[in-house]
């Protein structure tokens, strides 16, 4: 069982940024972030493969950036420019898999969520 363990959440203005770390209890192919706001279902944020690839959603193109470090055990997110609209809870998640899929079912592993909080 991987265990995932999100931090660097909070409230900042919008057009600010903050970063996100994600760290595994071990190496595994791929890691990525989902988002779900009240109300709404959970999405897509972006997602890193074993050799360093980034997907992003359109949202967030140009304005996140997704990185790993060099153990394969810790994701970041990047936030910049941040939007009112980024308000959610940030979930970390990872799969064995080498694809990086952008819906939740994909990923068996899951952290508690993050809560990134953009004021206007």
């Known amino acids: 069982q991987v265990q995932l363990v999100e931090s660097g959440g909070g409230l900042v203005q919008a057009g600010g940024s903050l970063r996100l770390s994600c760290a595994a209890s071990?190496?595994?192919?791929?890691m990525a972030w989902f988002r779900q706001a009240p109300g709404k279902e959970r999405e897509f944020v972006s997602a890193?493969?074993?050799?360093?690839?980034?997907t992003y959603a359109d949202s967030v193109k140009g304005r996140f950036t997704i990185s790993r470090d060099v153990a394969k055990t810790t994701v970041y997110l990047e936030m910049n420019s941040l939007k009112p609209e980024d308000t959610a809870v940030y979930y970390c998640?990872?799969?064995?898999?080498?694809?990086?899929?952008?819906?939740?079912?994909?990923?068996?592993?899951w952290g508690q969520g993050t809560q990134v909080t953009v004021s206007s």
């Open positions: 998640v990872a799969r064995r898999g080498s694809v990086a899929l952008m819906t939740p079912p994909g990923y068996e592993y």
């Open positions: 890193i493969t074993w050799s360093g690839g980034g």
């Open positions: 071990e190496r595994i192919f791929t």
